[in-house]
């Protein structure tokens, strides 16, 4: 079992080295290179937290430990737009190994759309900005990607489906255009499930996304499978963000989030990802899932670089009527502050039936940090918590059903060539367009929403979201300031698992603990804290108060300084996997 | 309750011929609201624009576009609320209407159906009694509600090639629907209704209310029934494009339901569309009673909140940003019945007259201007006004505003008239002189074909003798004094005053 594997990611490293070879001569070379990380990355990462180490009193998680090649890559914003800024790095060369990367781990399936063209000529543009010494901010030749449910002026937007297959819009998305603005450079649009309407990123067009964590020698090394055929998934709906930032394509990443959609994948594939406060964040341009909880989500794979992100995309949109208002905000989060004035509620009805042990233990080990720390750690109580799954589902295929009336193939999207009635047109179009997840939740949102359902159905679920809104209230108003729970039940499914139960059922099962939250429009930040024994991320998440997004992300920071969660490893990219297996196979029956 | 009370509800016997049916009338008014944008959209709102040019994203209902909402159009629903005595709600919500329709892009109305911006209002309207039509009755109609909705885009359908063509220039135009109560009993009842909500739109400037062209849409409801039994079943009646067709449609529609009733029919509830050639109303093929909209909040738009005065605005919140109710009471114009009490007060003229004052388009700026240049009484300009002025005008289908002939330049007429220096029946002449060509003074007129007054008496004398002369066999007097006066007359071209010739011909012919 052991001799095989190694044997196999010797052959990846050796391959490893000679792709990079070229990177590190052009960027002065001699660094250690950790695979499929460019290595002008390792120079950049060495920061205040990886100085600062873990916490050696915390107990120790029950996982195997982190290959020791990793140092904690964190700001890397900070730091890469301070090289950009030195110019030992340009933004050319940044947007081209980011869409070199994307193409290494295509694989992955996170992209849809890659506007290498585009990106390029805006990485061009910074790179005169920068040089000229006038950058536009912190973000300025930085490359992202989005999710594909975000209108993109000119460039396709999907949303994953066959109804908007080939669609582009004519105008951005207030976030997507202020981080066109602060120069940041827009690499692709990522994957997800149809209209965002998924926990697993499974359920779109375009196929599944894979969980880059499958694709590091960790998890390789325990698979006796095919990497073709033993993967994870990687969260969703936001699954192609999250992959996109955990496999070092993209700086950052939008995402969506809902129900749990940026949070979820973002556990899962092991980087940050923030749902901030409802209504600070415009969703104009984004396409509607639930109107009332939606929330653009951030994915980064720094709290600092979250914040950076923050900052720019918060406050109120004049084309977006539920917006409000940001607090006003410091340039950066405070480098210290004491944890010890915190006050973190484990809340008791998160400990839910499907909790995974390892996610158990992470989440008992960070609460002893807290307390350990001098924070206060007290247990509270959500009673309505156990109902909000359920009403979260009711509301959302209302407005599904809703939202969804517009796509009737008459003014954009896909149209059926049914034509011998308008009727007939619109039925065979929203049949052919839609998958049926969507269809489903269409057709159930319109039974709750029949005049003889409304108060049954809507209307109580619409009470029930209040007395939880009320739950979390009361929670903060008697001295919380963050919640700390687990993002997700446990580590992120193999995929042949994952697809033995429907939507609906992994949705009502992946959504237990970040649904609340976006019925109360709170804001809420998952941080990754360790690999599982699988060698797949685990994270816990931090559950602030209304537009208090920057305290939340302050505790969020302290926590990610504590748990030294490892930089990823990929194993390798398409070709040496094809490798990898067939070594595997030789080395397989060489050990029977 | 028992199953036998129920019974014997719907076993009440028929009473035959005892009470005749009367009709019962309740009005939906869709008003497109007077504004340069949408409601939620930055589009312009214009008639008659090529097609689709005035379409934004959010109007084609792009994904991820969403609505704003125009502070104008709410100013227009609050203006227009407290014009009709409505209770202006502080807190108004919006909701989503769902139903496909190729013009409605977004699949759903947004409308305001749960809590709407005004309630419980009144309208106060007049009409005509009476054999001569001049007795004037005042009633007054429940306004349920006034509540603000996005109208559609316009459907054309090409028979021949068998397709449909849209356009979304009016999709997302605000509208405000006003629900009238079934307090109405007739088609003329109805048209008073409309004619004087179009009055008060046109005054407040929140919608021009030309049905024509589909900026005051007007659907009725009618039932028929024998007072003091419930409501009979009503018909929706559509596709009314004029005050006198709502008149015609409303009574048509009622004499149906009777004959319907009477020969032992059923009345469906049905939407039936008013044909204006034949007159009558036939049933449309839709299915809107089956129709199940699935209501829903409208998740983009927070409550609406109008505050009472600058005072009851939230700190924080800017003034100048949000709808006050006090600015805008301060704005009211001066309303149509305002209007016509004190033209009859201030005037002295006949309510019937009052009427038409304010009916015209700018008719009672033109009356008011005439009357402040000249020293003619109120009374005798009125009679100018509403005889000469609107009989020129309705025969050549002209409006006030395009009048060849000026307030002022009538006044002169009317003064020359008033100081004897022309006839009445020669002022008459002149007027219709100055319609053929505006461009000359009055007094140019009156010189140029010689219509001075002949006040010379001997002149008088010389035109009776001359004409008594020629008529030897007619000298038998009183019976042929007319006859000779019209003589005169004609010989004068009018420029005498009768009172005179008639004294003159008297003497002469006795």
New interface residues.
């Given amino acids: 079992m052991e001799s095989p594997t190694i044997t196999a990611s010797r052959s990846v490293s050796r391959r490893g080295e000679k792709r990079f070879h070229v990177e590190i001569s052009k960027t002065g070379g001699g660094e250690v290179v950790a695979q499929g990380l460019p290595a002008w990355l390792s120079t950049l990462s060495a920061g205040p937290a990886s100085a600062r180490g873990p916490e050696s009193a915390s107990p120790q998680p029950p996982t195997r430990a982190a290959p020791n090649t990793a140092q904690t890559c964190r700001h890397l914003h900070s730091k890469v737009s301070q090289a950009l800024r030195d110019g030992r790095v340009s933004a050319t060369e940044l947007c081209r190994k980011c869409i070199d990367q994307i193409q290494r781990t295509h694989y992955l399936n996170a992209f849809i759309t890659i506007t290498g063209e585009t990106a390029m000529e805006q990485a061009q543009r910074a790179d005169n900005r920068i040089r000229t010494g006038k950058p536009l901010g912190p973000l300025d030749g930085i490359p992202f990607s989005v999710k594909d449910n975000f209108c993109t002026e000119n460039i396709k937007t999907t949303c994953a489906s066959k109804m908007l297959k080939g669609y582009v819009p004519p105008f951005s998305a207030t976030v997507v255009q202020k981080l066109l603005d602060q120069g940041a450079v827009l690499v692709g649009k990522t994957n997800l499930d149809e209209f965002a309407m998924g926990a697993g990123s499974t359920d779109g067009v375009f196929g599944p996304v894979r969980n880059p964590w499958s694709y590091t020698t960790l998890y390789r090394e325990q698979s006796t499978e095919d990497p073709d055929s033993d993967w994870a998934i990687s969260g969703g709906s936001s699954g192609g963000s999250a992959a996109a930032v955990a496999a070092l394509s993209s700086f950052l990443a939008l995402g969506s989030d809902t129900g749990g959609s940026t949070r979820n994948p973002g556990s899962l594939c092991g980087v940050v990802a923030l749902k901030p406060t409802y209504g600070l964040l415009s969703r104009h341009g984004l396409i509607p899932l639930v109107n009332s909880m939606d929330v653009p989500g951030i994915m980064t794979r720094s709290v600092h670089d979250a914040a950076t992100v923050l900052r720019i995309l918060q406050g109120r949109d004049e084309r977006d009527s539920t917006t409000v208002q940001a607090p006003s905000t410091p340039p950066s989060l405070p480098e210290h502050f004491d944890i010890r004035d915190i006050c973190v509620g484990i809340p008791k009805e998160y400990h839910a039936p499907g909790l995974s042990t390892d996610t158990l233990a992470q989440w008992s080990r960070v609460a002893a940090m807290f307390e350990q720390a001098g924070a206060r750690v007290q247990e509270v109580s959500l009673p309505h918590t156990q109902h909000s799954i359920v009403c979260y589902h009711v509301l959302c295929c209302c407005e599904v059903a809703s939202n969804m009336a517009r796509f009737d193939g008459l003014e954009y999207g896909h149209r059926s060539t049914i034509d011998s009635s308008t009727d007939a047109m619109y039925a065979t179009t929203r049949h052919e367009g839609f998958n049926n997840v969507v269809r489903r939740r269409i057709l159930s949102g319109n039974y709750f929403l029949l005049k003889s359902n409304y108060e049954r159905y809507f209307v109580k679920a619409q009470q029930m979201r209040r007395l939880i809104t009320e739950d979390l209230k009361n929670v903060f108003r008697s001295g919380i300031d963050v919640l700390l729970t687990p993002t997700t039940l446990s580590d992120a499914a193999r995929y042949t698992d994952f697809i033995q139960e429907d939507n609906r059922t992994r949705s009502a099962q992946e959504d237990v603990f970040t649904q609340p939250v976006n019925m109360a429009g709170l804001p809420a930040v998952t941080v990754p804290t360790a690999l599982s024994r699988r060698g797949l991320p685990i994270s816990l998440q931090l559950i602030g108060q209304t537009l208090q997004d920057w305290k939340l992300l302050t505790v969020a920071h302290w926590m990610e300084q504590q748990v030294n969660f490892p930089m990823i490893h990929l194993h390798g990219d398409s070709d040496e996997r094809k490798l990898d297996r067939s070594v595997r196979e030789r080395t397989h029956t060489i050990g029977s | 309750k028992s199953p036998e009370t129920f019974l014997f509800f719907i076993m009440i016997p028929y009473t035959g011929e005892f009470l005749s049916m009367v009709g019962v009338v309740g009005l939906e008014v869709h008003a497109q609201i007077q504004s340069t944008s949408k409601l939620f959209s930055g589009s312009h709102v214009r008639f008659l624009a090529p097609p689709n040019s005035l379409v934004s994203?959010f109007d084609?209902?792009?994904?991820?576009?969403?609505?704003?909402?125009n502070r104008r159009c709410v100013e227009a629903a609050v203006l227009t609320g407290l014009a009709l005595n409505c209770t202006i709600n502080r807190k108004s919500l919006f909701d989503?209407k769902?139903y496909?329709y190729?013009d409605m892009?977004?699949?759903?109305q947004i409308t305001q159906q749960r809590v709407p911006i005004a309630v419980n209002g009144m309208l106060v309207y007049s009409h005509f009694e009476g054999r001569r039509r001049n007795q004037v009755v005042t009633k007054s109609v429940k306004i349920k509600q006034i509540q603000l909705e996005q109208d559609s885009g316009k459907s054309l359908h090409d028979d021949e090639q068998s397709q449909?063509l849209?356009d979304l220039n009016r999709a997302g135009v605000g509208l405000m629907e006003l629900v009238m109560e079934p307090e109405m009993c007739c088609g003329e009842e109805a048209a008073a209704a409309v004619r004087e909500l179009q009055l008060i739109l046109q005054a407040l400037g929140t919608c021009q209310a030309n049905m024509a062209e589909g900026q005051l849409r007007v659907d009725a409801n009618v039932s028929v029934h024998r007072p003091g039994e419930p409501l009979g079943v009503r018909t929706e009646v559509k596709n009314i494009n004029s005050v006198r067709h709502l008149a015609k449609a409303i009574d048509y529609e009622i004499q149906r339901q009777m004959e319907v009733l009477q020969s032992a029919g059923k009345v469906l509830n049905e939407t039936r569309a008013f044909d204006s050639k034949s007159g009558n109303t036939i049933p449309m093929r839709d299915k809107e009673g089956l129709q199940?909209?699935?209501?829903?909040p409208e998740?983009?738009?927070?409550p609406l909140f109008v505050y009472e005065s600058k005072a009851s605005v939230p700190a924080g919140v800017d003034p100048a940003q949000v709808v006050v109710i006090d600015r805008l009471s301060a704005q009211l114009p001066e309303l149509p019945s305002v209007k016509r009490t004190r033209l009859v007060e201030t005037y002295g003229i006949l309510q019937e007259h009052s009427f038409t004052l304010v009916n015209e388009d700018g008719l009672m700026d033109y009356f008011e201007n005439v009357v402040q240049t000249t020293k003619a009484e109120p009374r005798k300009v009125i009679g100018w006004v509403i005889k000469e002025l609107m009989g020129n005008l309705n025969s050549q289908n002209l409006k006030v505003s395009q009048s060849p002939i000026s307030p002022c330049a009538l006044a002169e007429l009317i003064n020359l008239a008033e100081s004897g220096h022309i006839s009445s029946s020669t002022a008459k002449q002149v007027f219709q002189e100055m319609w053929k060509a505006p461009e000359k003074t009055v007094g140019q007129i009156v010189k140029e074909q010689d219509l001075w007054m002949i006040n010379d008496k001997e002149e008088l004398q010389k035109i009776c003798r001359r004409i008594v002369d020629s008529h030897p066999e007619e000298v038998n007097p009183n019976k042929v004094l007319n006859k000779l006066m019209g003589e005169v007359q004609r010989e004068t071209k009018g420029r005498t005053d009768p009172v005179q010739v008639r004294a003159i011909l008297e003497k002469m012919v006795s």
Wanted: hydrophobic fraction near 40%; charge should be positive; aromatic fraction near 14%.
């Fill in positions: 994203h084609a209902s792009l994904p991820g576009t969403l609505p704003v909402l989503r769902h496909f190729a892009p977004a699949g759903y449909t849209i199940d909209y699935r209501f829903m998740p983009n738009l927070p």
